[in-house]
């Protein structure tokens, strides 16, 4: 799966054109938006065309097209428009997808090897993170909240790059989680984010260009979810 937002997570607005459109549907010939999936919600955003504009209010794949759910009935006239995602929504998403991968790259490190088993990220700014850490003590967990926000501030580059199914099945921690791990692209590669130097793992979701441009986060709460997993709640802290 390649998404445009992938590879342009700055490009937020597109001069694009329906090519194929249902009541309250359309497909675009190509979209700006982060459909959702991986823990990161669906971006919001409109589609404005000559006459009107819809609000996009959700995503659907189906035979293979993306749907874009729309919150009017009425038809919308094919053709040209324009599709602009929310841009406060989109930092929001991508500041707190990236403040997770480095809450899971310490977890990783300090817990030998801890595998993510969920993430959420909320509307509000807020993410929560499940890791099977059984015999984790949930006071380390919290006072990793300093170290987080020390490599925010060290404002380390992002990067993604595809590798090959079968490299990336071969690098211990590189498919962390498969309930992140993004769907391979059509010719076999799964989509690698890296926090430069610090982490390498397979996600689908939208980053930023580097950790700086998030604000510091709060570690609100260490719950225990069972016997194997603990449950991480951050929050961006602004
Ligand atoms: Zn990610």
Not at 5 to 28: F, K, M, N, Q, Y
Not at 141 to 170: C, K, S, T, W
């Amino acid at each position: 799966m390649h998404l445009f937002c992938h590879e342009h997570p700055e490009t937020l607005s597109l001069e694009t054109e329906i090519v194929d459109a249902r009541p309250g549907r359309v497909v675009l010939a190509q979209s700006p938006f982060y459909p959702g999936g991986g823990g990161q919600l669906a971006d919001r955003g409109v589609i404005r065309w000559k006459s009107g504009e819809a609000k996009i209010v959700g995503f659907e794949y189906s035979s293979g097209k993306l749907w874009h759910l729309l919150d009017t009935q009425s038809d919308v006239a094919g053709g040209a428009v324009q599709a602009a995602v929310d841009p406060d929504f989109r930092r929001r998403m991508r500041q707190l997808h990236t403040d997770t991968h480095i809450l899971n790259a310490l977890v990783f490190r300090a817990f030998d090897g801890a595998l993510v088993t969920g993430v959420q990220m909320a509307d509000d700014g807020s993410a929560r993170m499940d890791f099977d850490v059984p015999y984790a003590d949930n006071d380390r967990l919290r006072a990793l909240e300093g170290p987080i926000n020390d490599l925010i501030r060290q404002d380390i580059p992002v990067r993604f790059a595809y590798v090959p199914m079968h490299e990336a099945q071969a690098e211990r921690g590189l498919i962390r989680s498969r309930s992140v791990a993004p769907p391979p692209t059509p010719d076999g590669k799964v989509r690698i984010v890296e926090i430069t130097g610090l982490d390498r793992q397979a996600c689908g979701g939208t980053h930023l260009g580097s950790t700086g441009a998030s604000p510091p986060i709060r570690i609100l709460k260490v719950d225990n979810k069972g016997r194997h997993n603990r449950r991480v709640r951050i929050a961006l802290a602004e």
